[in-house]
């Protein structure tokens, strides 16, 4: 798997993570602030990242299994390049997205929230958390958010090749939104005053946007 792939996973979890504080940012303050008063509150933070890492993974592992199984059965190994340039589409869309160009992309958020419903009442049973550990099934739960960062993500997982892949690339895009997350109930203002800043959002949805077109134009020259 080109290493490109891991890096541009990890840059739209990174350079998405104004969109990520929006979403989760929230909850992890809620983890944060919803610990016990004598207890340090990073451990908590640190597993409900741990538990939405994990959920990525497999959610990521799950994508790239299922494609790559339907793929090798039917033999139809050009339907790859056509899944890589929706991939590509759709981090065009995420850039225009994150820049608030175009807000297209929140209407793709919408194919997951009947499976959100069923999911989010699990979440509020293990409030309030006694322990850094119950924050990890917290967090797992909380993967599974519908969010267009997530999706956008995803559409490369799904096309990485294999399930293992798929899991990396998904991993790659959780570690980039880690820094911010991390950072919530210690210097969340601050850092949610940068990640929305106009002027950052506007350069990073650029960059995502030319690595965007650069991978349409790429895989379009191979159909």
Same mark, same amino acid.
């Given at each position: 798997?080109?290493?490109?792939? @891991?890096? /541009? =996973?990890? +840059?739209?979890? %990174? !350079?998405?993570?104004?969109?990520?504080?929006?979403?989760? $940012?929230?909850?992890?303050?809620?983890?944060?602030?919803g610990?016990?008063?004598?207890?340090?509150?990073?451990?908590?933070?640190?597993?409900?990242?741990?538990?939405?890492?994990?959920?990525?993974?497999?959610?990521?592992?799950?994508?790239?299994?299922l494609?790559s199984?339907?793929?090798?059965?039917?033999?139809?190994?050009?339907?790859?390049?056509?899944?890589? @340039?929706? /991939? =590509?589409? +759709?981090?065009? %869309? !995420?850039?225009?997205?994150?820049?608030?160009?175009?807000? $297209?992309?929140?209407?793709?958020?919408?194919?997951?929230?009947?499976?959100?419903k069923?999911?989010?009442?699990?979440?509020?049973?293990?409030?309030?958390?006694?322990?850094?550990?119950?924050?990890?099934?917290?967090?797992?739960?909380?993967?599974?958010?519908?969010?267009?960062?997530?999706?956008s993500?995803?559409?490369?997982?799904?096309?990485?090749?294999?399930?293992?892949?798929?899991?990396?690339?998904?991993?790659?895009?959780?570690?980039?939104?880690?820094?911010?997350?991390?950072?919530?109930?210690?210097?969340?203002?601050?850092?949610?005053?940068?990640?929305?800043?106009?002027?950052?959002?506007?350069?990073?949805?650029?960059?995502?946007?030319?690595?965007?077109?650069?991978?349409a134009?790429?895989?379009?020259?191979?159909l």
């Amino acid at each position: 798997m080109p290493l490109t792939d @891991l890096f /541009a =996973a990890f +840059m739209v979890g %990174l !350079l998405g993570a104004g969109h990520c504080l929006g979403m989760c $940012g929230g909850v992890a303050a809620a983890v944060s602030m919803g610990t016990p008063q004598n207890r340090r509150k990073f451990p908590f933070l640190l597993f409900y990242n741990g538990g939405r890492l994990f959920s990525y993974g497999l959610i990521g592992a799950m994508a790239g299994g299922l494609v790559s199984g339907v793929l090798s059965v039917t033999q139809l190994t050009q339907d790859l390049l056509w899944l890589r @340039l929706v /991939a =590509a589409v +759709m981090m065009i %869309l !995420l850039a225009l997205y994150i820049g608030r160009f175009w807000n $297209g992309l929140a209407y793709v958020e919408r194919v997951g929230q009947q499976l959100w419903k069923r999911i989010s009442p699990l979440s509020s049973k293990l409030l309030p958390l006694k322990s850094p550990l119950a924050a990890l099934p917290f967090g797992m739960l909380w993967g599974w958010l519908p969010c267009g960062l997530v999706y956008s993500a995803l559409s490369w997982a799904a096309v990485a090749g294999n399930a293992f892949h798929g899991s990396l690339i998904m991993v790659a895009f959780g570690l980039g939104t880690l820094p911010a997350m991390l950072l919530v109930g210690t210097a969340a203002e601050a850092t949610k005053s940068l990640l929305n800043n106009m002027t950052f959002r506007k350069l990073s949805s650029l960059i995502l946007l030319m690595y965007g077109i650069i991978t349409a134009y790429s895989v379009y020259n191979q159909l």
